[in-house]
């Protein structure tokens, strides 16, 4: 089926848009747009992926649900539109950036910059209705994103996996570990961020990493 995507992406997971989950998964969305409040707008739903084209993806920062307010999501995982409030989740990374880094946070929690480096921040569901938290979860989302992590690492090498909490942490399966390098730790929710997210300089490591294969730093 057709899907609007960014070209190198498409060709990678041409295959899952055939499937018969991801066409039932598709008329699911189609409808929860027509009859709901849905977030992120239904043009932003591949976001991630037209920000930060295949070629182009060194590093992947795995989140879980979309924002379910008006005007944060828009298809970024922990990223939020210009103006605004931060989020909790993303004040916590913007602190462990600058303990690790020395890097002072921006104003802005929209994470654009990150994506067209390279970054690719994917959520593991990619739509929501509005207030109400995970309501599109177990829909096949976690399905497609799932054979993503999958695709792309065994399509590609040298790419860091930053894996956070312990939903994203059991991604490590799909990710040959010799080809690729694994970051787990706590999740950056206020809830646990304290429990080893704050202090795993997972950015300076990534950027260590990259630098060793004789590829770009990003710049946090």
């Not at 060194?58 to 989020?87: E, M, T, W």
């Not at 399966?173 to 704050?198: E, V, W």
Request: glycine share 6%; with cysteine; hydrophobic share 35%.
């Amino acid at each position: 089926m057709e899907v609007k995507i960014e070209a190198g992406w498409k060709q990678l997971l041409q295959e899952e848009f055939e499937k018969e989950y991801f066409i039932k998964l598709t008329e699911f969305v189609r409808d929860e747009y027509r009859t709901h409040s849905i977030f992120p707008p239904a043009a932003k739903i591949f976001n991630a992926f037209d920000i930060c084209p295949l070629e182009k993806t060194r590093v992947v920062i795995l989140g879980q649900d979309p924002y379910h307010d008006v005007n944060q999501a828009h298809g970024l995982c922990f990223s939020v539109n210009d103006g605004i409030k931060i989020p909790p989740s993303l004040v916590n990374i913007y602190k462990e950036i600058n303990s690790d880094c020395g890097i002072t946070p921006p104003a802005s929690g929209n994470l654009e910059r990150w994506a067209k480096q390279g970054v690719l921040l994917l959520n593991a569901t990619l739509t929501v209705r509005a207030h109400q938290a995970g309501s599109h979860q177990k829909k096949g989302w976690e399905e497609f994103t799932d054979s993503v992590i999958k695709r792309l690492a065994m399509e590609k090498e040298n790419i860091v996996f930053l894996l956070w909490g312990a939903y994203a942490g059991k991604k490590s399966m799909y990710i040959d570990d010799k080809k690729h390098y694994i970051l787990k730790s706590p999740h950056p929710s206020p809830l646990s961020a304290h429990r080893g997210f704050l202090g795993n300089k997972h950015f300076s490591k990534t950027n260590d990493f990259l630098v060793s294969k004789g590829l770009e730093p990003i710049q946090w």
